[in-house]
């Protein structure tokens, strides 16, 4: 079930090239770069792949692959299918790319945020708490840390708020539609 | 200059927790983990900063201190100030996030959402050219090819326009007043 043999060359390098994009985005955003190579190997394969035919496509150990599918099946990139005759195991790509959007930063970049915040608000408690006891230098240091980390606090929470916002939204409309709305085939 | 000379315990323990946190932030978006150190060093500081006090202060080599400046001068989150009577190099930071967000997305992530597109453009371009030229079976297959990237293709245009929205509408209004529309301190 490999698509890579006796492939014309030129589709073999739009092949290669969707599974180097692919990796080089994964790693850019700071995930394993083998987890672009694996989703871009399964959206171009009309049928789901095994492990096997994975391994063989990116030419990486069954470790790995094993590895990272797992990571990517947690997220809910990928998804085991079932196929007829076998007691392999065949994966297929989640195509919608809100679900992953969403499913990626629901699990990560919003736990992430409030996780920063969380750290800020705790930094800023202790100083708050300290305050009584500092002398007079000091007391006007603490009030400048206080302002600063406030100040990171607020982008913070807007961040969160555009990234809830987006996820909201974002699944309740066509995306091809808003894009021609918006001009973006330019 | 360096402000960590006889601080009080509690606020030393903010200032680290603040250059810990902000380098995890900045290692987490792709950057050099020193950025992330050297921006809480200069936010937390009343006063401008030399390229000397951060090495004390970071306990980095000059080397590493002077070209991480270097690129965060670049990228327009720190800017160098005119201190009386020095021939040293004073820094301090871009505190508005606005700016810091502009300037970072403008040269960075918008840049790479328009070379991802590329790519995916001159891939699409590649297989259409060819298409004459393949036999049925590897045209079903190149057909399939071209709908899965123009699909990539339409989310990445979705994620530009994302992004240009929020840098054109967020350079409009107060952050913090949002906030606490949206009830941010919740």
Do not use: C
């Not at 739009?14 to 790693?27: E, K, R």
């Not at 679900?99 to 930063?105: E, Q």
Request: no cysteine; charged share 30%; proline share 2%.
């Amino acid at each position: 079930m490999t698509d890579n043999e006796n492939l014309d060359p030129t589709m073999q390098a739009v092949h290669d090239s969707m599974l180097d994009g692919l990796g080089q985005l994964a790693d850019y955003f700071g995930f394993n770069r083998v987890i672009g190579q694996l989703y871009a190997a399964l959206i171009l394969s009309p049928e789901p792949l095994s492990l096997d035919d994975m391994v063989n496509s990116l030419g990486k150990s069954k470790a790995s692959v094993s590895m990272n599918m797992r990571t990517m099946e947690h997220l809910g990139i990928v998804r085991e299918v079932w196929v007829r005759d076998t007691r392999k195991k065949y994966y297929e790509a989640e195509t919608d790319m809100w679900k992953i959007l969403t499913n990626v930063m629901g699990s990560r970049e919003l736990r992430d945020i409030d996780r920063a915040l969380d750290v800020l608000q705790h930094n800023i408690e202790q100083l708050r708490e300290k305050m009584p006891d500092l002398g007079d230098e000091e007391k006007t240091l603490a009030k400048h840390y206080i302002d600063r980390i406030d100040q990171l606090s607020d982008f913070f929470k807007f961040a969160r708020m555009v990234l809830t916002s987006i996820l909201k939204y974002g699944a309740t409309f066509d995306m091809t539609e808003l894009i021609e709305q918006n001009g973006g085939d330019d």
